[in-house]
């Protein structure tokens, strides 16, 4: 069994050799796995391409070692917990075995409906346990699953559902969050009229909605599932075969589909999972993320899985029906290990502690965080309310195209330094570069960070489009992975992530693309032109400020306001729906027609004494008027 990392020296020889000799670090973590046949290559790679190919030869199946594997000793021990959104509402619990029986049973349904290897199978669900059951259904036949978050409206999953070329689509009649029902198969209903791939929609009973059933195409889950056998032969997949898409939000509007492999992302979700949570068995593990974002995929699903943990599932929301309802299902099962979002933790800081209070917490011995800088005052309040000054806080950095956590504390093992993610994992080899591209040795250096040498859990490129990958990630540093993050290490050689250098924001944790918002607005009739950038937010981290240029004079600005802000939520979903909207009449634009963002950015941020250089721009007046009108 390779083990786990017990202590600081231990981390230190670990992190060196791992960096002297990766293939056989990585080798000695990857022995404990089911292959149905050993690699011959451990790694293969160049970032120029980039082509990495971990694992070459090898021949396995996920599920295989996410269940089957634990069978002979976790049969009875439970792997899911699932706490639904309404907490009178019954929760479910699986063990292994039911799990593993769940997740055939799934599997042979989609193979009776026509489901291959490597066909595409988009997820739109909320948090019900069929949901991670569809992941693993897909993964057990070797169907490739594109999990698209249940928020995303019609246009942002039919775009990722024609992008990947999905033959089905698993969905439910809605979704439960918090006082809301989501209408889930409406949208998949709208996005369909213009997804021609997709033959068949298998749609789950969750709320009992009234739905509209296409015959022939649409078919109720409970009804298709009902005789098929509880055991299923798994699909034996190459380490390098696909295992899952990932949309995420790129600086142009379409989003990419961010590919991950078969062995290589196990053995680094597993391995992750185990070390950075010091993981115990017997103890009770929540990650609060969907499954609709990469969170959800390593560290819900996979992760927990393969390490043979016991991972809770959430359906609903923090707020919901009071802010005490996280703290409330940690005493009610017991949780020891918590992993949120600073989002979240600030929205709850805000809420008081009059919903803390009740509860005991004493359950919890590690917490984590994760999607974005968690800021001092956030982390001493969950390091005081929550972890009551015993529980370390792993602060954990990484990307859905990481696949896992890159630099991040081992909870109880490394040190902590509040606003840090602290050092990298092992395996993994940071780089703090300037903007020539030069690296930064030394320490107290601040610029760009890139990781220069290939991990397991890597993306392996963007959906159908590799120059995309390597446009992206890795053109403009040769050599380097890419992360579009600023960072900064100190005098002890701890990481601290600033923030994205790009034209992507993080909402709420939420990673979002300025362009996808405008495209979004600009579904509305009458706004010709439009411009969104962040803005610092105390709760969400940031926020989305939308500049729009409406066709004409409007008199009733609130409604217009309104109405933009709808047809976002309508279009794209209302994670996107800016919490700013201005009127403006232009936009800072150069000669040459390119909207000057640092401008409006400052603007946004109610920083507008010094807007640095302006000369360049076509007609400077339009700066004085939307700094007069901003918000
Ligand atoms: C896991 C996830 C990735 C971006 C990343 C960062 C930001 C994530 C942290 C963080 C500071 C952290 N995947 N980010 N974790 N920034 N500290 N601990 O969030 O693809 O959705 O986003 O999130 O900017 O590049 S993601």
């Given at each position: 069994m390779s083990t786990r990392i017990t202590s600081f020296e231990e981390y230190k020889t670990v992190y060196s050799e791992s960096v002297k000799n990766p293939e056989k670090f990585w080798v000695s973590v990857a022995g404990e796995y089911y292959w149905r046949r050993k690699w011959d290559e451990v790694l293969k790679w160049n970032f120029s391409e980039p082509d990495v190919k971990w694992f070459t030869g090898g021949k396995l199946n996920i599920t295989e070692n996410c269940l089957d594997r634990h069978l002979e000793s976790r049969a009875k021990q439970t792997a899911l917990i699932w706490e639904p959104n309404n907490p009178?509402?019954?929760?479910?619990?699986?063990?292994?075995?039911?799990?593993?029986?769940?997740?055939?049973?799934?599997?042979?349904?989609?193979?009776?409906?026509?489901?291959?290897?490597g066909d595409r199978v988009c997820i739109y669900m909320g948090m019900v346990p069929e949901l991670a059951i569809a992941l693993l259904g897909c993964a057990r036949i070797g169907a490739i699953h594109s999990v698209v978050f249940g928020g995303f409206s019609f246009n942002s999953l039919a775009d990722r559902i024609n992008d990947a070329e999905c033959c089905m689509v698993i969905t439910a009649d809605g979704a439960f969050r918090g006082a809301k029902d989501i209408p889930l198969k409406n949208v998949v209903d709208d996005a369909?009229?213009?997804?021609?791939?997709?033959?068949?929609?298998?749609?789950?009973?969750?709320?009992?909605?009234?739905?509209?059933?296409?015959?022939?195409?649409?078919?109720?889950?409970h009804e298709e599932i009902n005789n098929t056998h509880h055991d299923c032969h798994p699909e034996v997949m190459d380490a390098e075969d696909m295992l899952f898409i990932l949309y995420t939000s790129g600086s142009t509007g379409k989003p990419k589909g961010v590919v991950h492999t078969t062995a290589g992302y196990m053995v680094f979700a597993d391995y992750t999972f185990r070390n950075v949570f010091?993981?115990?068995?017997?103890?009770?593990?929540?990650?609060?993320?969907?499954?609709?974002?990469?969170?959800?995929?390593?560290?819900?699903?996979?992760?927990p899985l393969l390490a043979g943990a016991t991972t809770l599932?959430?359906?609903?929301?923090?707020?919901?029906?009071?802010?005490?309802?996280?703290w409330k299902i940690v005493d009610k099962y017991k949780v020891n290990i918590i992993y949120t979002a600073p989002t979240a933790i600030r929205s709850l800081q805000a809420m008081g502690l009059e919903y803390v209070k009740p509860y005991k917490?004493?359950?919890?011995?590690?917490?984590?965080?994760?999607?974005?800088?968690?800021?001092?005052?956030?982390?001493?309040?969950?390091?005081?309310?929550?972890?009551?000054?015993?529980?370390?806080?792993?602060?954990?950095?990484?990307q859905t195209e990481t696949g896992g956590i890159l630099i991040t504390p081992l909870a109880g093992i490394t040190p902590l330094k509040p606003s840090f993610a602290t050092?990298?994992?092992?395996?993994?080899?940071?780089?703090?570069?300037?903007?020539?591209?030069?690296?930064?040795s030394g320490n107290n250096v601040e610029g760009r960070l890139c990781i220069k040498f290939p991990w397991p859990g890597m993306i392996r490129t963007t959906y159908r489009n590799h120059a995309r990958c390597r446009e992206n990630y890795f053109e403009q540093y040769k050599g380097y992975y890419f992360t579009g993050d600023g960072c900064k290490r100190d005098e002890n050689g701890f990481y601290r992530i600033t923030g994205r250098v790009d034209d992507v924001?993080?909402?709420?944790?939420?990673?979002?693309?300025?362009?996808?918002?405008?495209?979004?607005?600009?579904?509305?009739?009458?706004?010709?032109?439009?411009?969104?950038v962040g803005f610092p937010h105390a709760i969400k981290g940031w926020g989305i400020y939308a500049f729009v240029i409406p066709e004409r004079e409007r008199s009733d600005k609130e409604k217009l306001k309104k109405e933009i802000s709808d047809t976002v939520t309508k279009f794209m979903g209302s994670i996107g729906r800016p919490d700013k909207i201005q009127i403006v009449r232009g936009l800072p634009k150069t000669r040459s027609g390119k909207i000057m963002r640092r401008i409006l950015r400052k603007i946004a941020e109610g920083d507008t004494s010094n807007l640095g250089d302006t000369t360049t721009l076509l007609d400077p007046s339009v700066v004085d008027e939307i700094k007069a009108g901003a918000l």
């Open positions: 009178d509402e019954k929760g479910r619990t699986f063990t292994y075995r039911e799990l593993y029986h769940e997740v055939c049973r799934f599997a042979n349904m989609l193979r009776h409906h026509g489901v291959k290897k369909l009229k213009n997804c021609p791939s997709v033959k068949k929609v298998i749609v789950l009973k969750r709320t009992g909605s009234d739905v509209r059933m296409q015959p022939g195409r649409d078919f109720w889950c010091q993981y115990n068995d017997g103890d009770i593990y929540w990650c609060t993320a969907d499954i609709g974002w990469v969170t959800g995929h390593t560290y819900l699903v996979y992760g599932m959430f359906e609903g929301i923090p707020t919901w029906p009071d802010a005490g309802r996280f917490l004493d359950s919890l011995r590690v917490l984590g965080t994760v999607g974005e800088p968690i800021n001092e005052e956030a982390w001493h309040w969950y390091n005081d309310n929550i972890g009551k000054k015993r529980c370390p806080i792993v602060d954990t950095w990484w050092l990298p994992f092992p395996g993994i080899q940071p780089a703090i570069v300037d903007e020539n591209g030069k690296e930064l924001i993080k909402v709420s944790g939420h990673l979002l693309g300025t362009a996808e918002v405008e495209n979004a607005i600009n579904q509305h009739p009458d706004i010709v032109e439009s411009a969104v």
